[in-house]
């Protein structure tokens, strides 16, 4: 037994077995060619889903795809994928290359607006059962022009910045392409209006060096906390 592709963090791993023996339930499963169980493990999700907030992650670890049959090489996977924690909606967009006969075909795959659109509805009660499905295209063993991608996982560790899938796609006639594939990225929580404190530090007034904001301060700013302007008692000091 060989295990390919191995890789991740402490909260999602992926990987492949290949050549050996494997029982999956009842069955035994002798892989040939180019044949694999594509899988991935994640830690317990102890995290309670955010209601709002947005994630844009980057590939983490992904194995090589193969086809179901075994037929020629392992390919490559490349993908974007973002969830909107406030909409509850996902999205996802990428390529898969595959080796064939001819030379290599490229699969490309997506849900509607892109990777930028979260459009794909999640179900984030069970945090360790996600299912996503893209539209494929691509005219080769994997795809006859118009396929989908279905990918199963769930997040994995402390927070939502790390999840994992299984993938594999579907159509008639095809001979599916499958793999796995672990994302991580950052959680940027919405951004609220400023506070309205009643003391606080400014720097940076041209001449004035550190100048102390006392009691009956108001504070106006953008939404990224840019500072537009100090007013005490009706009177704009800056």
Known sequence: AQVKDAAGNANVVVGRWTAGAYTVGNPVFNPTGAQSLHYYAAAPASFTAPAAGRIDYEILAAT?????????????????LSIDFATRKAAIAGTIRMPEQGGPISYAFTTPGGAATPSETLT?????????????????????????????????????????????SLGTGVDPIMGAVAFTGDYVAPQNPLPDPNHGYVAGLPGS??????SGVRVTGSSNGQLFSQVRNGTATI
């Open 124 to 168: 984030l009660g069970t945090l360790s059962q996600l299912s996503i499905i893209a539209a494929m295209t691509g005219e080769g063993r994997g795809c006859g022009g118009s396929c989908s991608l279905r990918f199963e996982g769930g997040f994995g560790g402390s927070s939502p910045e790390t999840l994992g899938f299984v993938y594999y």
């Open 209 to 214: 060096g550190i100048r102390h904001m006392l």
């Open 64 to 80: 090589q795809p193969t086809y179901e049959s075994g037929y020629g090489a392992a390919g490559l996977f490349d993908a974007d």
